[in-house]
């Protein structure tokens, strides 16, 4: 079955950047969509970007404009560069491996997820 590890997250101030990566192995990569999620303690699982396997994208409006989801399916890899980064992104950052090929929004629509990577952003 397909395994993601995530990695890159960390501690960093307000308006700092952080790019994760999430590694997959196991699976068709390059024929899926992959997503990436986060989750702040008492809330639930969010929605942050999708990536198709076309490599169209989509972004939640809260990070807009501030992260930028890519692949490289040479490497089975998927990013998510996040720049400006608020406070209020401070959390475990999920990837997940998608049911389908198009891009998708919600967490159901994902098969496999990561163990996830935390991300704090200190004021």
């Known amino acids: 079955q397909v395994q993601l590890v995530e990695s890159g997250g960390g501690l960093v101030q307000a308006g700092g950047s952080l790019r994760l990566s999430c590694a997959a192995s196991g699976g068709t990569f390059s024929i899926y969509a992959m997503g990436w999620f986060r989750q702040a303690p008492g809330k639930e699982r969010e929605f942050v970007s999708t990536i198709s396997w076309k490599s169209s994208t989509y972004y939640a409006e809260s990070v807009k404009g501030r992260f930028t989801i890519s692949r490289d399916n040479a490497k089975n890899t998927v990013y998510l560069q996040m720049s400006s980064l608020k406070p209020e992104d401070t959390a475990v950052y999920y990837c997940?491996?998608?049911?389908?090929?198009?891009?998708?929004?919600?967490?159901?629509?994902?098969?496999?997820w990561g163990q996830g990577t935390q991300v704090t952003v200190s004021s």
């Open positions: 997940a491996f998608g049911r389908y090929s198009n891009a998708v929004y919600g967490a159901g629509d994902y098969a496999y």
